[in-house]
């Protein structure tokens, strides 16, 4: 999960770790992690579809084959190794959601173009009787890696409608395709909740749901979104904390601590690249007017990020 290894990586470089450990040489081991992790999504994916596997082996150093071509395939879908290990199945459907939130929150280009590719698939896969675009009871549970849905599981299911939404979340602008009305599909239908019946099996899917519309309105707090002492605000402004980190409120538009030579995007709450800005020879950099809301203030090259509110 990006965000994760961008969450531990800034908890790793924070002055109130070297003070609790007396680290002084922090080891970089999330951001090798994240860095690999996406390299490793651009062998083993569907270069047409975008869809990845379940689970994947290592033998000799390659991983681009799944690993029931390493163990045998099961005739047991639930056992492990199972029959779908190299299928878009109830593992891999967690992946589109995840891979927009490293996009969403930190801002990593690797993994919105990851997920693109899948939210462009989806909006021209095969229904089950015929091809057209999404229909909402047309999503599958569970697809090869070339987009044939499995057979056996001819159904829909949440726990892969979900993440499909977040992927249709992000703004295409290569694609003409009808994103926003797909997404508003799947909205309307995700955001209503009921008991488990033939369209949702209960825990496992209504948490993914869950989950995945926390992330798309902006509700999934950044764990490392924080006050820091090398950026603070010019003057001295109300803060909002939550459990989850400290929401900045500021009613001017500087902050100090930043160098001319560093790279500053400023981001929607929903992944949305607003500004690329920099930073004056004094270390001050001034934001454009905004609409009131959140931000997610992104040093690229330091790979930390804040979230803001305005005004």
């Known amino acids: 999960m990006l965000s994760h290894f961008r969450a531990f990586h800034e908890a790793r470089m924070s002055d109130s770790f070297y003070r609790k450990?007396?680290?002084?040489?922090?080891?970089?081991?999330?951001?090798?992690?994240?860095?690999?992790?996406?390299?490793?999504?651009?062998f083993i994916r569907n270069e047409n579809t975008g869809l990845v596997p379940d689970f994947m082996g290592n033998e000799a150093g390659d991983f681009s084959q799944p690993i029931s071509t390493f163990?045998?395939?099961?005739?047991?879908?639930?056992?492990?190794?199972?029959?779908?290990?190299?299928?878009?199945?109830?593992?891999?459907?967690?992946?589109?959601?995840?891979?927009?939130?490293?996009?969403?929150?930190?801002?990593?280009?690797?993994?919105?173009?990851?997920?693109?590719?899948?939210?462009?698939?989806?909006?021209?896969?095969?229904?089950?009787?015929?091809?057209?675009?999404?229909?909402?009871?047309?999503?599958?549970a569970g697809y090869t890696l070339d987009g044939s849905p499995l057979e056996g599981y001819n159904y829909y299911d949440r726990a892969f409608a979900a993440p499909f939404?977040?992927?249709?979340?992000?703004?295409?602008?290569?694609?003409?395709?009808?994103?926003?009305?797909?997404?508003?599909?799947?909205?309307?239908?995700?955001?209503?909740?009921?008991?488990?019946?033939?369209?949702?099996?209960?825990?496992?899917?209504?948490?993914?749901?869950?989950?995945?519309?926390?992330?798309?309105?902006?509700?999934?707090?950044?764990?490392?979104?924080?006050?820091?002492?090398?950026?603070?605000?010019?003057?001295?402004?109300?803060?909002?904390?939550?459990?989850?980190?400290?929401?900045?409120?500021?009613?001017?538009?500087?902050f100090s601590g930043f160098s001319g030579d560093e790279t500053i995007h400023l981001y929607s709450p929903h992944g949305r690249r607003i500004h690329t800005l920099e930073a004056d020879s004094h270390g001050m950099l001034t934001l454009p007017e905004l609409t009131p809301g959140q931000y997610i203030l992104s040093r690229v090259e330091r790979k930390q990020s804040q979230l803001i509110r305005f005004p």
């Open 21 to 42: 450990t007396g680290h002084g040489d922090v080891p970089q081991v999330w951001s090798v992690l994240e860095d690999m992790k996406i390299e490793l999504v651009g």
């Open 71 to 140: 163990t045998g395939i099961s005739d047991e879908p639930d056992a492990t190794p199972g029959a779908f290990d190299n299928a878009y199945w109830y593992n891999a459907c967690r992946f589109p959601w995840r891979f927009a939130q490293g996009y969403i929150q930190y801002g990593i280009e690797e993994a919105r173009e990851a997920v693109m590719r899948i939210g462009r698939w989806v909006l021209t896969a095969p229904v089950h009787e015929g091809w057209g675009y999404l229909q909402l009871d047309s999503i599958r």
């Open 165 to 254: 939404m977040t992927a249709l979340s992000l703004r295409d602008t290569e694609s003409t395709l009808p994103r926003e009305w797909a997404f508003n599909e799947l909205w309307d239908s995700l955001s209503i909740f009921s008991e488990p019946s033939e369209w949702s099996s209960g825990y496992y899917d209504n948490s993914i749901t869950l989950l995945t519309l926390l992330l798309v309105t902006g509700n999934w707090w950044i764990p490392t979104a924080h006050r820091s002492e090398e950026v603070s605000l010019v003057s001295q402004e109300e803060t909002h904390t939550r459990e989850q980190g400290t929401i900045l409120r500021h009613d001017v538009r500087q």
